[in-house]
């Protein structure tokens, strides 16, 4: 079964043992949701799921993707103090990059950093339950590519 599909059904079972319904409109901002591959914002998101669905509203998506990381299906990033983002809880740890000018996100993975966290977490007498590292930073382009992504 494709990822996204196997999401889906977990949604669905989800919101069924919760004694909610699974309408079209919460399928739509799912199914755009997982189908997007990057880190969205609710208004994102609303932008996406209305050109799927014209009727859909912003109270629709933002409780569809608080019903979605309750079931574990979503994570909810703030980065920074007014950015909220969503990725699909893939259960694959990795960090982020973000960009201040235009708010790109970059994924990365290493296992010299996490090294060095366990590390410093046991040279300090410290067990760590979970962390994540957000880096914050600019693309070095200039202009920055992200940006013309932003405005189409």
Do not use: W
């Not at 079964?1 to 739509?28: C, I, K, N, P, W």
């Not at 189908?35 to 933002?62: C, K, P």
């Not at 970059?106 to 962390?131: N, P, T, W, Y």
């Amino acid at each position: 079964m494709h990822d996204a599909e196997q999401r889906l059904r977990q949604f669905e079972a989800h919101l069924t043992s919760a004694g909610l319904r699974y309408t079209r409109q919460r399928r739509v901002i799912a199914e755009v949701f997982y189908s997007s591959g990057r880190h969205l914002s609710l208004n994102e998101i609303l932008d996406l799921a209305r050109a799927e669905q014209a009727s859909i509203g912003f109270a629709t998506v933002y409780r569809t993707m608080k019903l979605l990381a309750e079931a574990g299906l979503a994570l909810e990033h703030r980065f920074g103090e007014d950015s909220v983002r969503y990725e699909p809880a893939d259960h694959d740890h990795h960090d982020h990059l973000i960009c201040t000018r235009c708010g790109h996100i970059i994924e990365f993975e290493d296992d010299v950093v996490e090294a060095r966290q366990e590390q410093v977490a046991k040279e300090l007498g410290f067990r760590v339950a979970s962390h994540r590292h957000e880096i914050y930073g600019e693309c070095l382009r200039v202009p920055c590519p992200h940006e013309q992504q932003l405005a189409d």
